[in-house]
């Protein structure tokens, strides 16, 4: 009976192991992984021991946000005070983060969460000009190709996506959709967006930035923002119809 018994487990086993080495996977594309830590490690910039404090045009401004919440959840300003923290500092650093928790009275761990969870927060220091080229799919097909955007970037100074010219002046990386597909390529350079970009006028902004010259935000095509140019971004040849086209004369 025992030896049934160790016959049978052994064709169970055996019929296990076959299906687990022939059993294929969905896929097999690696995860995608950031090129961020969510996790925090002290650096000599960036550590609980450097002091910081909004200096007093941050701190009326705060107030005024502060006037847009119930006092029961003025933790809803955490992302406008994390943002005023990165503008008066240059990145959120830990101490940033410490304070605007200070200030709401949250936990910590509450402004963390924030923190590492948007990509529009610096954990780390940038440059004075933050290159942010969209390179997804759109970016990638439209005008010229961000990969061409991306070449003429890297050529020009000398960086790859995710580091910082030696001088601190320019911080490269490579982000997902900007939202502003109908003129791509496009590159976010701070606050503001360069459109329909070529690697020329790629170039020139970037000499423009080095010379501390004043760029002009937009599409560098010379089109109004998304508008169409006639017989290059549109079908439309003719003037279109008006209203009752096609319309009943008696209704």
Do not use: W
Not at 204 to 217: E, F, M, Q, S
């Amino acid at each position: 009976m025992n030896s049934v018994r160790v016959l049978v487990r052994q064709a169970a086993t055996s019929t296990i192991r076959r299906s687990v080495v022939s059993r294929r996977a969905i896929h097999a594309s690696p995860a995608a992984m950031s090129d961020a830590l969510s996790v925090h490690r002290d650096t000599p910039e960036n550590n609980a021991s450097i002091p910081f404090e909004f200096n007093q045009e941050n701190k009326k401004r705060i107030e005024e946000i502060l006037k847009k919440y119930p006092p029961q959840y003025k933790k809803g300003a955490i992302m406008p005070l994390l943002d005023l923290g990165q503008r008066q500092h240059g990145f959120t650093s830990l101490s940033v983060m410490n304070e605007v928790a200070r200030l709401l009275e949250v936990p910590p761990m509450r402004v963390y969460e924030v923190a590492t969870f948007y990509t529009m927060f610096n954990r780390q220091p940038v440059g004075k000009y933050f290159l942010q080229l969209c390179t997804t799919t759109p970016c990638q097909l439209g005008g010229c190709g961000s990969t061409k955007i991306l070449d003429t970037i890297t050529e020009q100074l000398q960086i790859q996506p995710g580091e910082t010219t030696k001088d601190g002046l320019f911080t490269l990386v490579e982000v997902e959709c900007a939202g502003a597909c109908v003129n791509a390529p496009v590159m976010a350079i701070n606050d503001d967006y360069y459109e329909d970009l070529t690697p020329e006028t790629t170039q020139k902004l970037l000499d423009n930035l080095k010379a501390g010259k004043p760029i002009t935000p937009g599409p560098q095509t010379g089109r109004h923002t998304c508008e169409p140019a006639p017989g290059v971004y549109t079908s439309l040849t003719e003037e279109p119809y008006g209203p009752g086209f096609k319309v009943r004369s008696d209704l």
